[in-house]
């Protein structure tokens, strides 16, 4: 061989090892790759999911939708983390008004934060959403936006879920973790559209979820920029701002995503409008509900529940083509493994 | 050679041919890299922007910041886009008043609508903000949210700057393009946060920019969802929800963003509280403002103008370590090349 067919030998030999070397990665991440929705038993709820994706990645289908298109929401309480017996933020307001209740001689004779202090949860729930909200504000505001998300970041990662002994930040669904990944893998992007408050979830979505702040959209309180000892800071105020529920997530979704869903899941009636919304757009979309159906692996309640009523949509689920997935049945896991 | 010693052999070649390969795109794509910010001159604005981003991105320095937090917010008028002699959404708004005239006989008679109409630009601006925001409510309103993405979306693309003879959509600056571009290649995430209407920028942003819907941050009417005619829709009200200005701004990015930014580009005094925010959170940060000094390849105002003044912005730079980039001296090009 001269020179210059060593050169052609040494090029062909060079790209033909590359070109092996990248097949090879390529096939051996297929070969190996796991079941992405392990935790999803065989049947309609897995079928449908694996089918939408497929059909709006495929260049090729007439279902395709560009990646920039390829919205998905989740709602949070009962969707992507345990919400029963009590929404978790409810319980992390009841424990604030014991922790700050020194600071608040006032307490010991104003409802209902009296009754609260006194262990007396009748009264606590006759004050109503009206009460409800005055001990949410009284706890969620006051502070800055960095004190709060410490507040509410340490207390996620330190209380533990009664029932299932871990810290609530763990109490999330194996399966829906999966679904989020196996999503981002096929070029979505995942935000939680939840009636929880926004400052409450964001410490803790990425690290739970694998969703930046910035794609958590929720319920707020109005704040204000001060200036405190001479440092910028952001001051939570003692009033709603925007409730991120019911017909309100869909003004959410606007606001904060600006586009519309292809995909959403939730798991109560008050997930309703996300889905109709989602489901109204031009083109394939899939809108789903959790169906808490698992008494012994996490809970089973429904139409008469006072957390996470699903009643009218199990009604309409089927005219509409809303996907039930029944936790007992498609969830082969309920939470991750410790 | 026995079999294992040719194996290993091959091996060994594929390895190597494969380093060999990582390595040599790896190089070739540095070592032919165009300077990122081809259109900033050398100078300290130039300087400053190379140093923080080299020194936030350096894992083993002092300075390191992890991608996660890499936020860098950027105003719209004036920042990316220009803002003289009258802001983009006035004039689209003052233009939308003349095409919806025929639906509209109250106007011929109703201020400031009837002096609009008839060309009378001082009685317009005598009357002020509150006369403003009547012609932008009226025009911003009424319409569901895809028909107002469209509007706003085909007038920036069609309509013409009248000095720069190139649709709104492009008469957007190049350095800044570059500086967006550069941002992301190391790992920061870019934001716009404007006091201009999210809604009006959004159906732009990302061909413009390479700014996705979500990432911009504005101000905005109340929207309200409905079903009309079967459809799930959301549709926009005639009421301001937020204003997306001066301390307004830190409390759109405590909303949309969760995060605090550290790195932040105004040109008025409006962003002084965006940067201010920026520049108070922990580490090293970096805050902006184009100051517009190029009468010639733009436009040349600051103290005394009456769109994107910048006055004590100007004062107060040095003894806050803020940046002014001079557009006459800091930018070689204005404009994209069409």
Redesign the interface.
Known sequence: MNLDQRRTKSLV??FL??F??IFAIGTCSIATAADPLASWNEGPARKAILEFVTAVTDKNGKDYVAP?ERIATFDNDGTLWVEYPMYTQVLFAFERVKELAPQHPEWKTKQPFKALLEGDMKTVGASGMKGLMEIVLATHSGMT?TEFAQEAGDWLRDTQHPKFKRPYVEAIYQPQLELLDYLRANGF?T?IVSGGG??FM?PIT?EAYGI?????VGS?VV???Q?KDG????VRMPKI?FINDK?????GI??????QPILAFGNSDSDM?MI??T??GEGRRLGLFVHHTDAEREFAYDRKSHVGTLDKALDQAAANGWVIVDMKKDWKAVFPAR
């Open positions: 030999s060079f090892h590359t092996i070397a920039a936006a992007k935000f926004i400052a964001r990425q930046p702040p910035e794609q958590v707020s704040s204000e920029f200036v440092k910028p800071v952001l701002d017909a309100g997530k869909p003004v606007y606001e904060h995503i600006g586009g409008q109709e919304y489901m109204g």
